[in-house]
């Protein structure tokens, strides 16, 4: 058989108009098709937005989901996970349930706590010394004091810090509607024995208020090694004086001058050991027994503490003189109906 070179090469050309009749084919289809009516498709409807939280400048509304909790909205709303009472207290809700519509207010809605009823009041406890086993004036047993600190949690009380209620008394923040502030004076080793744990245990901050000379360390004192232990872990230490001398009386035979250099010695050797030993600002005074003057205040005025607190039983509104705070003293042989009576966080206007 020859080898047709012409009848190969028509072969090809052959081939090649096939393919482009075909592709024009194609195209002409394709064109037509479009352009015949098409039988619809029935498509689901789209599923609606639903939107669970619109933000505002001073509120967000938020409906709550599954996973929601008060401590978890705080945090993502109020940049502060503590703050879950403030959700709970403007709803006026213990708990949250999915699909439950609320308000969250982004900034303070009542900060004196004031209410066309009444006002708020903030009522300071007082303690001094703990035992496990015995109780007197001035010594709280250990299972009367831990009886004392779960009634605050059973029943819906906040215990805040100093800081916080001085926020409070001078108009900046709002504080919970049940606020409780604790302190305890002088610097007895039972209070990092006893108090210490038990405040530990329920995640409550407190204040010691140090006499500073009494800090020697020995079995029945607190040493600075407690006492910073303490202060890393919650526990505020500010100034109850040098020696623990009354700032409001003279004594014996002293001048006005003498007086006056000893009580200027009390205030500033205090807190200079304090600041040097905690490496800290002293802002707040516990007078020794209570006692005060229009002096004193000045003094304390002048060397820049903000409050000071007396132990005139009572409780305090904002408007209350920051330094003749009221503060209960807790007493050993005090039931818990004693107790209770020291909680007063509402005063009527009727």
């Keep these: ?13 052959f081939r090649g108009r096939c393919i482009r009749i075909f592709l024009a084919a194609f195209s002409c289809f394709a064109l ?23 933000v505002f400048a001073d509120f967000a509304a938020v409906i709550v989901q599954p996973k929601d909790t008060l401590t978890s909205l705080a945090g993502k709303y109020l940049h502060d996970a503590s703050k879950g009472w403030v959700i709970a207290e403007f709803n006026e809700v213990n708990e949250l349930k999915p699909g439950q519509a609320i308000i969250i207010p982004l900034r303070p809605y009542n900060r004196g706590g004031l209410s066309p009823n009444g006002y708020q009041t903030v009522p ?21 004091f831990e009886g004392q600190m779960r009634f605050l949690r059973e029943n819906g009380y906040h215990v805040i810090s100093l800081d916080q209620l001085f926020g409070f008394l001078t108009f900046k923040n ?45 079995s029945k004192t607190l040493s ?14 500010e100034c109850h004086t040098k020696t623990h001398r009354s700032l409001h009386w003279k004594r014996g035979d002293e001048s006005f001058r003498q007086y006056f250099d000893a009580v200027q010695a009390e205030l500033n050797e205090s807190t200079r050991v304090l600041k040097k030993k905690l490496n800290k600002e002293i802002h707040y005074l516990a007078y020794p027994y209570g006692d005060t003057s229009h002096l004193v205040i000045a003094l304390l005025k002048e ?6 607190l007396t132990v005139k039983r009572g409780t305090n509104p904002f408007f209350q003189n920051r330094y003749r705070l009221y503060r209960s003293m807790i007493y050993g042989n005090y039931t818990l109906n004693d107790f209770k009576r020291n909680l007063k966080v509402f005063a009527s206007f009727r």
Excluded at 303 to 308: D, I, L, W
């Design 1 to 13: 058989m020859k080898f047709r070179r012409d009848k190969v090469l028509c072969s090809f050309s």
């Design 32 to 54: 037509v098709s479009c352009a015949m009516p098409q039988k619809r498709v029935a498509l689901p409807p789209p599923k609606p937005r639903i939107i669970n939280t619109r």
């Design 124 to 144: 300071v406890l007082c303690y001094h010394k703990f035992s496990k086993t015995i109780s007197d004036r001035m010594t709280v047993r250990a299972k009367d």
């Design 174 to 218: 709002q504080i919970p509607k049940k606020s409780v502030v604790i302190t305890i004076d002088d610097g007895w080793r039972s209070t990092y024995d006893i108090a210490y744990p038990i405040l530990k245990q329920y995640n409550y901050p407190a204040t010691l208020f140090v006499y500073t000379n009494l800090i020697t360390g020995n």
């Design 224 to 237: 600075w090694d407690l006492i910073r232990v303490m202060y890393r872990n919650g526990i505020d230490m």
């Design 303 to 308: 060397k820049g503490f903000r409050a000071a």
